[in-house]
């Protein structure tokens, strides 16, 4: 602090000319903030549980970036969930709203390519994003390990739902959408919602989601077409029979599975496309509406952008949304 005589003469160093590169950089700081867009300005990250976390262990956040110099953000060891909410602007808004869930062998999460890209490509259509940072299985930090991912997926749709009123989406048109083991996860969500596997859960919010969007999505772990990593990590090295058939969400089709989108490469050989063909099957085999998109090449994880076409899947998918009626107030307003 300055006191007497001295404070008339102090100078704070910005004012000076030496501190003149630092008033540049402050006023472009500040005029980029003015030019971002509004909704990333806004962007909130809230805790998924309000208190406790369901089955979980009390231990050390572990939390990391796989590779910090790596410009597509990969975060390991999750324990403590999130939901990142992206709304469009209000006059684009059409009530619909998407869950996303970024893919990582669940050991980890591709939160950049598969999370803020793709919310942002849902925003550009009219429909609210929320980016789920859901566990990593993992035995330090629950004591379920295979349930942990789809009690954090049910509550992220029983928030949305509770809280639609806030973000102005319609709890009647809630989706999920999931990329590699994501999609493992999203399609459990959409053939295993009864009972929920969260404590305490109120039956008047249901944990359903309205519809599925998957994307080179992980279905079966039977041994003919698992990805053997994502297995081993939800159910452990040496899992039963009865474990595999249950998370095996193409045995787990009924009426009852909410319409479903799915994308995939013939190419892909860490998660065989059988994976959406099988899964296409079983939802064709009890009369859901779903459409499959199979491209000749692109290998696996290409998030919005499969290189070997300019085809693009996302406006695909906005067709397809169309046609369901998920998107129907903006139908109307066109």
Same mark, same amino acid.
């Given at each position: ?5 001295? $404070? ?41 549980? #309000? ?17 910090? @110099? ?49 919310? *942002? $490509? ?18 330090? *930090? ?41 999609? *493992? ?14 404590? +305490? ?28 990593? @994502? ?5 452990? $090295? ?20 909410? #319409?479903?989108?799915?994308? *995939?490469?013939?190419?892909?050989? @860490?998660?065989?496309?059988?994976? @959406?063909?099988?899964?296409?099957? $079983? ?19 290409? +998030? ?8 693009? %899947? ?5 067709? %397809? ?14």
């Amino acid at each position: 602090m300055v006191k007497g005589s001295n $404070a008339a003469s102090a100078t704070l160093p910005c004012f000076t000319r030496e501190g003149a590169p630092l008033i540049r950089l402050v006023c472009v700081v500040f005029a980029s903030l003015l030019c971002m867009p509004l909704s990333v300005l806004a962007q909130q990250i809230l805790p998924l549980y #309000p208190a406790e976390i369901p089955n979980a262990i009390v231990a050390p956040d572990e939390e990391v970036t796989r590779d910090p @110099s790596d410009a597509a953000i990969f975060r390991l060891n999750i324990s403590r969930p999130t939901l990142t909410i992206y709304l469009p602007k209000q006059r684009d808004a059409n009530g619909a709203a998407v869950i996303i869930c970024p893919g990582g062998s669940y050991r980890g999460l591709s939160v950049l390519k598969e999370g803020s890209e793709v919310a *942002h $490509a849902f925003n550009a259509m009219g429909v609210a994003a929320f980016v789920l940072k859901y566990r990593t299985s993992s035995d330090r *930090h629950m004591t379920n390990k295979a349930q942990a991912p789809l009690q954090d997926l049910q509550q992220a749709i029983r928030l949305v739902r509770d809280r639609s009123q806030q973000w102005h989406v319609d709890p009647q048109r809630v989706g999920v959408v999931g990329f590699s083991a994501g999609g *493992h996860l999203a399609a459990t969500a959409a053939t295993q919602f009864e009972p929920p596997v969260l404590d +305490g859960h109120p039956r008047a919010l249901s944990v359903r989601p309205d519809f599925v969007i998957l994307a080179y999505p992980v279905i079966s772990f039977t041994d003919a077409l698992a990805h053997k990593v @994502s297995r081993e990590m939800l159910l452990g $090295a040496q899992p039963s029979a009865e474990s595999i058939e249950q998370y095996s969400n193409e045995l787990q089709v009924t009426a009852r599975t909410p #319409p479903t989108f799915l994308v *995939h490469a013939g190419d892909d050989t @860490s998660v065989p496309v059988g994976n @959406s063909i099988r899964f296409y099957e $079983a939802l064709q085999a009890h009369k859901v509406p779903a459409e499959l998109i199979v491209y000749p090449a692109g290998g696996h994880g290409f +998030g919005l952008n499969n290189r070997t076409t300019t085809d693009r %899947w996302i406006e695909r998918c906005r067709a %397809w949304l169309l046609s369901q009626g998920w998107l129907a107030h903006r139908v109307e307003s066109e």
